[in-house]
T-cell receptor, first 109, second 117 residues
Framework: GIQVEQSPPDLILQEGANSTLRCNFS?????LQWFHQNPWGQLINLFY???GTKQNGRLSATTVATERYSLLYISSSQTTDSGVYFC???????????FGSGTRLLVRP | SAVISQKPSRDICQRGTSLTIQCQVD?????MFWYRQQPGQSLTLIAT?????????ESGFVIDKFPISRPNLTFSTLTVSNMSPEDSSIYLC??????????????FGPGTRLTVT
């Protein structure tokens, strides 16, 4: 089956710093989503981005489907950005998602 | 996006017992899924909940352990049967909402945090 790898596994930032999270996948996908899991366990949708570039405030994402990777950019990080960021992909008509192992982010004040 | 609720939000259960988790959506949805997140791990799909027919289970998950019902387009239940401490996890339901073209964007409920003692 498809492999979804996220890097780095852990990231510590000082408030105000910028960061880039990466998601590599081993096969063609028809869906790609980025989620933020907050400390209470809630999964928050960040981007639905099977291809192209999107921006939402301090966050932006780019997926290059032909090269099988996606990037999530966080600018001017805040302590509320802390949590785990997951990349998840869909590969067939079943619409199910396969999750990467996540990037655990800690933003220090 | 749809508003998704789950009950209970958390529970502590004795081994050997069963727990039924409910997932309610505020609008009709075609796709509903159940995921498990073990402590410190990523999410793993348990099954696709099909309305009016048996759920479709992923490898490693069986109906006897995780029976699922989907009586209509807004509601589903997941039962964790004959629980052991290894079943301690967060269980999340998700729904698919039409995204670009023919594909679906998934949204997740708040999760049910289960501890088995």
């Amino acid at each position: 089956g498809i492999q979804v790898e996220q890097s780095p596994p852990d990231l510590i930032l000082q408030e105000g710093a910028n960061s880039t999270l990466r998601c590599n996948f081993s096969d063609s996908v028809n869906n790609l989503q980025w989620f933020h899991q907050n400390p209470w366990g809630q999964l928050i949708n960040l981007f639905y981005i099977p291809s192209g570039t999107k921006q939402n405030g301090r966050l932006s994402a780019t997926t290059v489907a032909t090269e099988r990777y996606s990037l999530l950019y966080i600018s001017s990080s805040q302590t509320t950005d802390s949590g785990v960021y997951f990349c998840a992909v869909g590969v067939d008509s079943s619409y199910k998602l396969i999750f990467g192992s996540g990037t655990r982010l800690l933003v220090r004040p | 996006s749809a508003v998704i609720s789950q009950k209970p939000s958390r529970d502590i259960c004795q081994r050997g017992t069963s727990l039924t988790i409910q997932c309610q959506v505020d609008s009709q949805v075609t796709m509903m899924f159940w995921y498990r997140q073990q402590p410190g791990q990523s999410l793993t799909l348990i099954a696709t909940a099909n309305q009016g027919s048996e759920a479709t289970y992923e490898s490693g998950f069986v109906i006897d352990k995780f029976p699922i019902s989907r009586p209509n387009l807004t509601f589903s239940t997941l039962t964790v049967s004959n629980m052991s401490p290894e079943d301690s996890s967060i269980y999340l339901c998700s729904v698919g909402s039409p995204g670009q073209g023919a594909f679906y964007e998934q949204y997740f409920g708040p999760g049910t945090r289960l501890t088995v003692t």
